[in-house]
């Protein structure tokens, strides 16, 4: 059992940057494959960004070159750096840990990007 704790959600200009993290606990955070994922309303969710237990990682293509996804297993902490915000980014983030066929995920954070 992973319970996952999103935070850095809030308000930015165009532009500008945030940068959330998601702290997990309860299980052994460092062999969970870790990942962002976003859902506007009426939409379905989607994936963001992923990072996996050895480091690797994959973006979707509306977020590379803007987004960067780490984590820090000491701190049973995964991160997401967003730099050059859009409106369309705006909506709701959500953390996930995955391992084979089981997953989690946190309550999610606000995004809101506007002028």
């Known amino acids: 059992q992973v319970q996952l704790v999103e935070s850095g959600g809030g308000w930015v200009q165009p532009g500008g940057s945030l940068r959330l993290s998601c702290v997990g606990s309860?299980?052994?955070?460092?062999?969970?494959?870790m990942g962002w994922y976003r859902q506007a309303p009426g939409k379905q969710r989607e994936l963001v960004a992923v990072?996996?237990?050895?480091?690797?990682?994959n973006y979707a293509d509306s977020v590379k070159g803007r987004f960067t996804i780490s984590r820090d297993n000491a701190k049973h902490t995964v991160y997401l750096q967003m730099n050059s915000l859009k409106p369309e980014d705006a909506t709701v983030y959500y953390c996930?840990?995955?391992?084979?066929?089981?997953?989690?995920w946190g309550q999610g954070t606000q995004v809101a990007v506007s002028s």
């Open positions: 309860g299980s052994i955070f460092s062999i969970y494959t």
């Open positions: 990072i996996t237990s050895g480091g690797s990682t």
């Open positions: 996930n840990a995955r391992r084979y066929s089981v997953g989690y």
